[in-house]
């Protein structure tokens, strides 16, 4: 038995080894709610109260990790201020059973910068911006805009987003550029990678072709209003004006795109979110399912064909279920696109959030892989009008339909998460 002095030491050192870790970093506890679907690479996030030490620190330098009770799972975590200026504690869940929550400690250090691999912006100013994640480049953000000749005035009019490989080598994407390295001619140039746009904008009395963009109408870049990275995610947030012939902007969007950390064989995991302001007036987003809407273009590869043989890609599309016809059926919650491009296969789901417009027709039958969504909407003057998309691209055969189903379950039914000690 010790001694009563004995004991006040060794009472003493726990409290001194209690305070030394709580000292060293902030702890909330935090339980997800169940899931209808077994699911992976799960993102989410929950409003929290930053205090004490944490209070007055940049979020970049706030360290997080996150613990799952009884599994020994750790995983980084990322704060990020979100909408309001309130800061978000974000991760990327592993894995989640069907009907089953899970408990997670996370510990958040002040004054450290994130460990590990990390994404990372690399800006070609006046051209492109880059991302990268362990130093590989994930996605590309194309915002030139140049009037020096006929020729790059239509290779910069619209804003897109190109995707690489997952050696972050060769874009996977099309882009504007004249001929590929086989010297056969972009065909359809005007498609461009992740893009957004309607052939027949009606604003003022007069129709616009903010597809094509042929006749002098552009979408131009004007500047990035957030720009945010770490080892959950990376967001760019921009706004983009939207011009008619006479170069007056009719449209203001506020593009917002976040991409999550992802296990392979995964690409990446894109949000798309996009709020259009008509500015000019009465704006009218009105054209066809063949030009308008958001969507998505394979590189040129796909729709020429490569090397002597002149093979063409044999792109290949999937369904929530057997017996889709895209022509007919309507607001379709997901549609997936399957392509091969330099002996390796890619795919790319396409998930139509049910808040969107109604009804939604997905352009999703062409060989050369061209889809996405289109519907037509009227925005009064001087209101918003949101988007919400989510893109996942992987490099590897065409995933099953379930696990496509499970990506689309947890994009529109978010899992509930809650914080105690917030």
């Not at 139509?352 to 061209?370: D, E, K, Q």
Request: glycine residues 10%; positive net charge; aromatic residues 10%.
């Amino acid at each position: 038995m010790k001694s009563r002095n004995e004991s006040v030491l060794v009472l003493m050192t726990l409290i001194l080894a209690t305070s030394v870790g709580c000292s060293s970093g902030d702890t909330r506890r935090i339980e997800v709610s169940p899931v209808k679907m077994d699911c992976k690479d799960i993102p989410v996030h929950t409003d929290i109260t930053l205090t004490g030490k944490l209070a007055n620190v940049p979020a970049s330098q706030i360290k997080v990790e996150l613990r799952q009770s009884g599994s020994g799972t750790i995983v980084p975590g990322q704060i990020v201020i979100g909408s309001g200026k309130k800061p978000q504690l974000w991760w990327v869940i592993p894995q989640l059973k069907a009907g089953q929550s899970t408990e997670w400690v996370a510990t958040l250090t002040p004054g450290k910068k994130p460990t590990g691999n990390t994404f990372a912006w690399q800006d070609k100013k006046g051209n492109y911006l880059d991302l990268l994640f362990n130093n590989k480049r994930v996605m590309r953000y194309m915002y030139a805009f140049d009037t020096s000749s006929k020729q790059r005035r239509l290779e910069t009019c619209k804003v897109f987003h190109h995707f690489f490989d997952a050696q972050g080598k060769n874009l996977i994407t099309n882009g504007p550029d004249g001929v590929n390295s086989y010297g056969d001619e972009i065909l359809y140039q005007h498609h461009r990678g992740l893009f957004i746009g309607w052939n027949k904008l009606e604003c003022m009395g007069k129709t616009s072709d903010l597809w094509h963009m042929g006749g002098g109408e552009s979408q131009r870049h004007q500047k990035v209003l957030q720009q945010v990275s770490g080892p959950v995610l990376a967001r760019l947030e921009t706004l983009i004006h939207w011009n008619n012939k006479a170069n007056t902007t009719i449209v203001a969007e506020r593009r917002q795109v976040t991409a999550y950390r992802q296990d392979d064989p995964a690409i990446v995991l894109l949000d798309f979110h996009v709020e259009l302001k008509a500015v000019g007036g009465e704006v009218y987003l009105n054209g066809d399912s063949e030009h308008g809407g958001c969507q998505y273009r394979p590189h040129n590869d796909v729709a020429t064909g490569t090397g002597k043989s002149k093979k063409k890609g044999d792109a290949t599309y999937l369904f929530h279920r057997a017996g889709i016809n895209p022509k007919k059926d309507k607001d379709l919650p997901w549609v997936a696109l399957s392509y091969p491009l330099n002996d390796r296969r890619y795919n790319v789901q396409h998930l139509n959030h049910p808040g969107n417009p109604t009804p939604t027709v997905y352009s999703a039958y062409r060989g050369y892989g061209r889809f996405g969504t289109f519907f037509t909407k009227k925005i009064p003057v001087g209101e918003t009008f949101m988007l919400n998309y989510r893109i996942w691209v992987t490099e590897s055969e065409m995933p099953n339909r379930q696990a496509f189903a499970a990506r689309y379950e947890t994009f529109a039914n978010t899992p509930e998460v809650k914080v105690s000690g917030n």
